[in-house]
DNA sequence: TTGTAAGCGTTATCAC
DNA sequence: GTGATAACGCTTACAA
């Protein structure tokens, strides 16, 4: 049916106002009498208008479009990140283009000019690689999460808190010595802090601890071998002592509960290893014994972040836009979630 | 720097060309003198000029841009399909808009009306809640995958040829009976193929074989509790027996491991029990014993779609575009992965 | 309350 | 090879 698009010409023509008049009744329908409402309103319906977006953001210059760069979408963190943001549509009405950062600071950047010639008004990043500095530099609003956040605003969750809640539980659990387990992380990301959650946490305490820094691979199979590997040094360091061990993230915390069950044969495991996770992921849930975990409190991430390039966004259209002198940092307190691999 | 956006209108007064030349340098280089070229390159760096899409997409209708309408991200399929789709950006071009559905038929079709005020040239749709019929009346080009999809083009992985191989494999490994649990399914679906698979390997080995057909739940909770119950009748009725289970998704082969692990004690339960999955997803590869499982191949899944979307995107802009008679269905053969719960 | 006309930044159609 | 000029569909002063 709807051969050609209607325009408002042709809505124009149609109701014999002009396309003004057509375009106020959009845009100002309170100066239009009821009468000539419905007369556009009739005539909308009858040629089947449909709205073209594109026009209009030519002419005053609102996409409603944000870019989003998301590092991968095979950690279920980033995919539940997407998730919430998009989601927000309903709320904001803002849609999304969405990149899948692929590493490479060049093909990233390229992403971003991509995005920059359809005018998007602002941009949420979650990949790693484009420094904050590099981002500010695009003049846009923008909205990290998780990450590197100097010069732009960003919402991050209170990882040094959440270590502290994960140290505490581990503590509280009758261990006699503390673990923890993490890959060596650039003291600029936010998730850096755990390790100094946890330290201080264990200093305060005057509790024995130890700090592992290894990166333990990419695959099960890697991640596997490695920790088998640690596990036995450090059993052999604590011999007959209850070891608390607080892991970077529940994936790993999941194959370090499957080394301990299977090469150690620990049925009664849970008297000598005490297990704590981070990011609440469906694994930890899943997992053979349900682990206890640091869960991000993803909606709030989401929508903190939202509500950030939003007001950003708005100051933008305002008739003299004044630029934030000083990025905002917002701090998202996480949850701990006690399951079965604590008391 | 950059204060205001440099047009063709600046390019062209720096270089003392027209508008027009400078459009052609873009789009018909080879018309212009080397020298010419030159001229107007130089000018781009020294104005820092960036192109307008939005402005050629008013011009020439071509927004490269292509929507997408996922169920959820929660699950890992859907997300490592979007992911394999989004990452097509590289081959094709192609940007995307994501729009998550909630279930409600109503708020997606206002998704795609949205996106069609944005003049998006395709819809890639992996949501159940639209009708192909109704996809299918807002002509334009549209692939779906894995969902109903009578009258508008779709990938699909071949459903029977996985539940065959997955049915095969229990065969294979010694058991004595059959068992497949899904939960009712509508047969318009893809995934319903899946059980005639596994009826029809078992009655043409002439094997034993049951399929329980029960809505298991959404909760890690309620599926432990409705699978051990289901569990518990199946070793009742095939007391002896060394029962082979087929599960309908890798979700829920996982809560039946960790059912039999933790009820029954089967330290050996190997030798009672074999299990396949559906999906390849990660808990497979995690689960306290590595499932075995059909994987779908997603990268092929998700290029086939883009390619089928493509052909018909480009017909459309031929002069004159001719609908395709019938709607194109492909099918993309599973690969069967053996782990550790079959022989 | 409504209309006129000039943009917004490109592309396409003619001319020259 | 290059340049006017008219679209593309809508918004927005400025008038009336």
Redesign the interface.
Known sequence: M?KKKVTFADIAQYTGFSKTTISRYFNHPDTLTLENQEKIADALNVLGY??????K??ANGK?E?VGIIVP???M?YY??V??QI??G??KYGY??????G?GSKD?EKQ?I??L????IEGLIVLSHTISSKQLASY?IPVVTIEREDKYVCSVNTDNYMGAVQATSLLIKSDCDVLIHINSKVDPAVPSAKRIDGFLDTCRENQFPHELVEKDIGNT?AENYENLKRIVGEIEKRYQGKKIGIFMSND?HA??L??VL??EYHYEGFQDKFKIVGFDNS??S????IPISTVGQQIERLADEAMQLLVMQMNERKKRSPKALKKPIHKVITPILIRRNTTN
Chains 1, 2 share one sequence.
Request: aromatic share 14%; proline share 2%.
């Open positions: 709807t449909r709205e073209n977006k594109l026009a953001v030519l996409t479009i991968n979408l095979y279920h995919s539940e997407l998730n998009i989601s549509y309903d849609k999304f283009i969405v990149f899948i692929n093909t992403y000019e991509e920059l010639t359809y005018n003049h099960y994936t999941n194959v509960l499957n069950l299977h469906p694994i849930a899943q997992a053979i």
